[in-house]
Every structure is written in C-alpha cells, then in structure tokens.
C-alpha cells in the first residue's frame, strides 16, 4: 500500500461518514425548514445510524464474499443517491429516506477499512490503519466546519448536494484507481452472515464491542447536542462558527493517528486504558460550556483524542484476532458503534430540553465510565486466563 491508495481510502472514508454526520451542525436550519420540532431534531442524526445499522448486518459481510474495490464503487455511488435525495427533499419524510439511504451504503467505510486491513502486511497493518480511520474522523468533524460554512453561505441543503457530489467522484476514482482485491478464496453469502452472528459470543470481540458502544454513545452526546446551547444563550453563536469547534476535534483526532504504531508495538490493551481515562476527564471541561469556550475547547479536544485512539486500537485488536474474516469482524464491531452513536444523538436532545447542558454532560461522563468499567473488567478477565494458561502448560 502506496501513499497515494492511503490518502484516497482515508477520504473514501472521510466522506461516507461525512453523510451521516454533517447535520449536526445545521440540525436547527432543518428542522425549521423542514418542520421538526426541537426535541426531534436528534432523529436526523439517529436515522442516519439507524440505517447505518442496517448496512452492517447485510452488506458488510459482503466484502468476504465479493471484490471489496467493486463493493467500494458500488457504494459511495449509492450514498451519493441518498445525500442528493437529502439535499433537495421537500419534506421530512424525505430527508429521512435520503438519510437512512446515505446510512444504509455508508458502511463502505468498514469494507475499505477492511480491504485496508486484507492489503497491508502484517507489520504495517496498525499504521495503514491508523492513517485510514484518520479519514473517518476528519470526516465527522471536518463535516461540521464545512457544513456550517456551506450552511452559512447557501443554505443547509448545499452541505448534501455537495457531500452527493464528492462520493461520486470517488465512486469512479475507487474503482480506476485502488489496487484490486485479489484473494486465495472467499466464503459464501450465507457463511459470512453466520460468522457475524457468531462473533457475538466470542469474548475478545464482545469486550471490544461493548467499549465501542459506550465510547462512541460518550461521543455522540457531544457532537448531536453541544450545537443547541452555543446557539442559544449567553454565546449566540452562528451555524459557521459552531461548525469551527470541530478543527478543535479533528486537531485532538489527528494527535492520536499514531496509536495504530503503538498497537503495532503491542500496546493496544494500555493505549485503550489510557484514553478511556482520558474521555472522562474531558467532560469535566465540556461541562464548563455555559461559562467558558476555552474550557469546552479544551475538553473537545481530549474527547477526540481519546475516542480516536480506542478506536484504532480496537479494529487493531480484532483484525489481528479474526484474519481471515476482517470485512465480517469490522462490520459486526460496528454495529456497537452505531448503536451507541445513535443513543448518544436521540438521548442528548431530550435530555437539553429537560435540563440544560448538565443532562447531557453527566449522560456523557456516565458512560465514558461505562466504557472504562468494561475495559477494566475485560483486562482483569485475560489476565485470569493468561494465568490459567502459564499453569496449565
């Protein structure tokens, strides 16, 4: 894997995820536009996890049974549907369609990240991954800060008409460009479909998998929620500056692009400890944000930080543990991801209705700890086995 296929997996990645994420900061243009009420306003975000949802089961497992590089094509091409149906929807409902397609065909994240994983050799598996779902969280903030510019200049539609945009471009770049996926053999439809069931008992992964679905509802509570009280009072703030938070968030990502090298080194289980340490102590600072921005700033920066490297540690983790099966492991590890996205964008709405920034700022801490207690638990869990292990030979 060249440079060159690195940079254009990573913005593969950056936009397909972009097509599920860039309404968060316009949720309050949209739903005026298109008449949602406020404490609703999460499910523009959640519909889009919710179908993500759905791509996980059915289409990830796919990259085990066909060329992943046609899956690739084939999918930004879909997504580029979906967002264009967003963009010019002339109701709810059919934003919600657009946005639920767009979730639907954005797990062409988790089948290059898998390619990704199948094409690297073993040594450098970590850093090409690291560089790859770099991709993804420039994605998800870096949408912000052009979606609220785009917003600002032209409306929110523009942010889906361009998003349409982009991944068709890709769509044909994907498929001209990236090296093909050539394979000694794959499994059938049905087997995959299978296998992602079954990974649901497997310790390593269901450990894994639990600590993504608290880390991702943590970090979903931020971003779905935080553009509401900058918008109201005392900060006023406009869809293009509340979109300029996320270069705080994309700048704490990026400062964790190494932690793939440091799971290469064997540190995958200290790194996730770390940083879930990490991610708690920085809703202390982003539950400051009625009275100070810097502080918010702060705490946005440690929380990206944090779920970067989780993040990357832990598909280190398991495509290191399921070779042979990295597209299906990639996907089923996923759905803990968007099931705790999608709680984290629905819950954190509400709970500001009902009671302020604090509502969402202890939900947050609660489970960042969550996640922690998980990790903890699991680590003492192989410990005891790797201990049963020594006495047993």
Do not use: K
């Not at 990830?60 to 963009?87: N, Q, Y």
């Amino acid at each position: 894997m060249n440079r060159r296929t690195r940079l254009l997996l990573a913005v593969v990645c950056g936009v397909a995820v972009a097509s599920v994420y860039a309404g968060q900061p316009v949720l309050g243009p949209m739903g005026r536009d298109l008449g949602v009420p406020v404490d609703s306003l999460g499910w523009f975000v959640a519909t889009g996890q919710l179908g993500y949802l759905a791509g996980l089961a059915l289409l990830v497992p796919l990259g085990d049974v066909l060329d992943r590089r046609r899956l690739i094509a084939a999918h930004l091409a879909l997504v580029a549907a979906g967002t264009a149906l967003t963009g010019a929807a002339p109701a709810a409902w059919a934003a919600f369609c657009g946005l639920a397609a767009a979730g639907v065909f954005a797990v062409v994240v988790q089948t290059t990240v898998a390619y990704t994983a199948a094409i690297s050799p073993p040594a450098e598996r970590g850093r090409n991954l690291g560089v790859v779902t770099s991709g993804v969280v420039i994605g998800i903030l870096g949408a912000r800060v052009v979606a609220g510019v785009l917003a600002d200049l032209w409306g929110w539609r523009s942010v889906y008409l361009a998003l349409a945009l982009l991944a068709a471009v890709l769509a044909v770049l994907a498929r001209t460009l990236l090296p093909a996926d050539i394979r000694p053999g794959t499994a059938r439809y049905g087997q995959a479909l299978r296998s992602f069931g079954g990974l649901f008992a497997q310790p390593v992964f269901l450990s894994r998998g639990l600590i993504a679905f608290f880390l991702f509802a943590s970090f979903g509570t931020l971003w779905s929620g935080m553009a509401l009280p900058l918008a109201g009072a005392p900060w006023h703030l406009g869809e293009a500056q509340i979109g300029l938070f996320g270069v705080a968030g994309l700048a704490g990502a990026l400062g964790a692009a190494r932690s793939g090298r440091w799971g290469d080194a064997g540190h995958a289980r200290r790194v996730t400890g770390a940083a879930l340490a990490l991610l708690i102590a920085s809703w202390a600072a982003i539950g400051q944000l009625p009275w100070s921005l810097p502080l918010l700033i702060l705490g946005v920066i440690l929380l990206d930080f944090a779920v970067q490297a989780v993040h990357v540690s832990n598909q280190h983790t398991l495509t290191t543990a399921y070779p042979d099966r990295t597209s299906t492991t990639i996907g089923a590890y996923m759905v803990f991801y968007s099931l705790g996205s999608a709680l984290g964008a629905a819950a954190t709405t509400a709970l500001y209705g009902a009671a302020g920034w604090i509502g969402p700022t202890a939900l947050g801490a609660a489970l960042a700890l969550c996640a922690l207690g998980t990790w903890a638990v699991s680590a003492r869990t192989a410990g005891r086995a790797v201990g049963v292990s020594v006495c047993t030979r």
